[in-house]
């Protein structure tokens, strides 16, 4: 019985603590695919071929139901990969829409036409694959309008937390945030548009001052997962919970024992 989360990295594990709070009955089995980050430098047909044989691992492994708890592989693979067809009885979901019905005030899964929503002026932080995507920008169109959003390419910081250096990660934020505030000097709302950043989450609100209403994926979309799940209990699959890298299992687990602050080890994928 385990629901499978997907990541490049370290970074799905922001969701992952996040869904276990909420949901500590279910099993998850987290997919790190370290060995190929980041994601967020490569083009959007390897972030896609990457990004849908990790989800064939976990979908061969038992889990009927995957989130790609990525940003870029959310941007780059998601809708392809269901337009494409999946297979009897599996599901893949993203991380983009929990975020945007969050920021549009919506109730989960709610698809009704775009209206004016309270806030006009929104900081995206992402990777440069997210960014050059334009998916965040796409998704927000369906459900709101009026909504001006003035994206960042966070280069580096997805490095730099996969490496351990959170030093360098959080001189990194603190540059692409001044970079933001040139183009746009007031946002109401910043959204962390990569499932590492919730781990310098403190380092960006504090750049962007207390004025700044910092969206953070983690909780929003164990939030809209625990509402899927209600609806959706034959999907908790089958098989057992752990956590699968495709880089060196010992240092995957030693940054994840980190960064959760409980002891995490990886198994080779
Ligand atoms: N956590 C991934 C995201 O949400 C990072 C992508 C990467 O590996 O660059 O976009």
């Known amino acids: 019985m385990a629901v499978g989360i997907f990541d490049s990295g370290l970074g799905g594990l922001t969701v992952l603590s996040a869904a276990q709070k909420r949901l500590p009955e279910v099993d998850f ?9 980041p994601y967020g430098v490569r083009d959007a047909e390897d972030v896609f071929n990457l990004t849908r044989s990790a989800v064939q691992a976990l979908w061969d492994r038992g889990c009927d139901l995957v989130i790609l708890a990525c940003n870029t592989a959310s941007a780059a693979a998601l809708r392809r990969m269901q337009e494409g067809g ?4 599996k599901r893949v979901l993203g991380v983009f829409v929990p975020l945007i019905e969050a920021l549009t005030e919506r109730q989960w899964g709610d698809n009704s036409p775009p209206r ?3 806030i006009k002026h929104v900081a995206l932080f992402a990777t440069p694959a ?20 003035e994206a960042q390419a966070c280069g580096g910081v997805v490095d730099a937390i996969e490496e351990g250096d959170m030093i360098l990660a ?8 001044d970079a933001l505030k040139r183009k746009m000097p007031e946002p109401e709302a910043a959204i962390l548009g990569c499932t590492h950043y919730p781990l310098m989450e403190s380092v960006f609100q504090e750049a962007l001052g207390p004025r700044v209403r910092v969206f953070s994926q983690a909780e929003i979309v164990a939030a809209s997962l625990e509402d899927y799940l209600d609806r959706h209990p034959d999907m908790l699959g089958r098989g057992r919970g752990g956590f699968l890298t495709t880089g060196d299992p010992a240092k995957v687990s030693d940054r994840a024992t980190q960064f959760l602050r409980r002891r995490i080890t990886f198994e080779a994928a």
């Not at 089995?29 to 980050?37: I, Q, T, V, W």
């Not at 999946?86 to 009885?89: A, E, K, M, T």
Request: no cysteine; net charge negative; glycine share 6%.
């Open 130 to 149: 997210t960014v050059a995507s334009r998916a965040f920008q796409r998704e927000l169109a369906f459900r709101a309008i009026g909504v001006d959003v």
């Open 170 to 177: 959080e001189a990194l934020v603190r540059s692409h945030v």
């Open 116 to 118: 004016e929503v309270a």
């Open 29 to 37: 089995l987290y997919f790190g695919d370290s060995a190929h980050a």
């Open 86 to 89: 999946l297979p009897p009885g």
